[in-house]
């Protein structure tokens, strides 16, 4: 088990943080039987080029698993989230969603702070 570090900055991994690969593994966390790669091509609109580059980085960090077989005389590849890269996705998520958190505090607080200064006019309070 990974020791998480307190500052959630340091826990926004590179690997989910492209908006490509967000969209790839919030599509795969939708289902257990996998996703086919056209079906995946269609929902992220990446070409197959650009989709495969993605996949092989993914692959290679063990976050997925790329299977191939022929259905009939066609070939078919699905995609699947391995537990591994579930897990180190739903990291992910919680470090973004408490950074998030920490900027929409910080937004909120500030505006509350923050006083309008116009020359020849009371401040108001923005």
Same mark, same amino acid.
């Given at each position: 088990m990974s =020791? #998480? @570090? %307190?500052n959630p900055y340091q826990r926004l991994k590179r690997i989910f943080h492209e908006p490509s $690969? /967000? *969209? =790839?593994l919030s599509l795969l966390c939708s289902t *257990?039987?996998?996703?086919?790669f056209n079906e995946l091509k269609k929902e992220c609109q990446l070409t197959d080029g650009n989709l495969s580059r993605h996949l092989k980085t /993914? %692959?290679? *960090? $063990? +976050? +997925? $698993?790329v299977e191939k077989r022929f259905m009939g005389n066609r070939p078919r590849t699905t995609i699947f989230l391995t537990d591994e890269g579930r897990q180190s996705f739903v990291e992910y998520l919680n470090a973004l969603e408490e950074v998030l958190r920490k900027a929409e505090t910080s937004l909120t607080a500030r505006k509350k702070r923050k006083i309008l200064r116009v020359p020849g006019i009371n @401040?108001? #309070? *923005?």
């Open positions: =020791i #998480k @570090p %307190e $690969r /967000l *969209a =790839i *257990a039987n996998g996703v086919s /993914l %692959e290679d *960090a $063990r +976050i +997925i $698993r @401040p108001v #309070k *923005a």
